[in-house]
């Protein structure tokens, strides 16, 4: 799958420095805290909590962390702080389209900081639908191995695109289908890298090297902000 996916932060996230670990922590535990929020703290009836739990393993989060961002998401835990989900769309160098989804307990804070990203690489904040219709959503799952057999038995139950990639094989699925075929790889004992639910840009935006470089750097403020917790571009990368 060309262009840019959430598995590009994960799998960094993975050798950070200790120096962004805690950022890095930040990020994922707002994440957790979120989810249990929305769908309660077991992560067997609450599957986005079981993605963000597993995504928060990935990045070698401490289990500790991971309860008590579970707690303060349920209400067991009061540190003053009301986080909120909010979404922003607008544009990155070359007219490439950015959703960026943040997690925040200071809006204000949070609308300046990616505005003045987004400006400072050429681009800018948009209103309410100015890039989303050229994203769907779409179940990602990210193993490191496939074979034919494997390949016809998940085409039956739902996997709608295989792509074999440098890093490993990407699969594709509609969103609800995303719990049945993670559940079913499990069950193989097949190991998965990576489960997210995405929005993936119905057309990718083709840049030159000097373009990719400088979309790169934009990429990397974004991810060093410990508001942001998603984005999704149609640039290609």
Not at 65 to 93: H, S
Request: aromatic letters at 6%; charged letters at 30%.
């Amino acid at each position: 799958m060309s262009g840019h996916s959430k598995w590009a932060q994960i799998h960094r996230q993975k050798g950070v420095a200790d120096i962004k670990r805690g950022a890095v922590f930040t990020k994922l535990g707002k994440a957790v805290t979120i989810a249990a929020k929305l769908g309660g703290g077991d992560p067997e009836s609450n599957f986005r909590l079981r993605l963000a739990i597993d995504q928060a393993k990935a990045a070698n989060m401490p289990k500790d962390n991971i309860e008590r961002a579970i707690k303060r998401g349920t209400g067991e835990l009061d540190d003053g702080k009301k986080i909120e989900a909010v979404t922003y769309e607008g544009f990155g160098p070359e007219a490439t389209a950015f959703i960026i989804e943040a997690l925040t307990d200071n809006r204000n804070r949070t609308s300046a900081a990616i505005k003045h990203i987004l400006n400072k690489y050429g681009g800018g904040l948009g209103g309410p639908n100015s890039v989303s219709w050229m994203f769907e959503p779409r179940g990602i799952i990210k193993i490191n191995k496939i074979d034919e057999t494997l390949e016809l038995e998940l085409i039956d139950r739902g996997v709608e695109d295989i792509v074999k990639e440098s890093d490993g094989i990407t699969l594709q699925t509609q969103t609800d289908n995303l719990k049945k075929i993670k559940d079913y790889l499990e069950n193989k004992n097949i190991t998965i890298e990576y489960a997210e639910n995405e929005l993936v840009a119905k057309d990718q935006k083709t840049l030159n090297p000097e373009q990719q470089e400088k979309i790169q750097k934009l990429f990397e403020e974004l991810e060093d902000n410990e508001d942001v917790n998603n984005y999704y571009t149609n640039a290609q990368i």
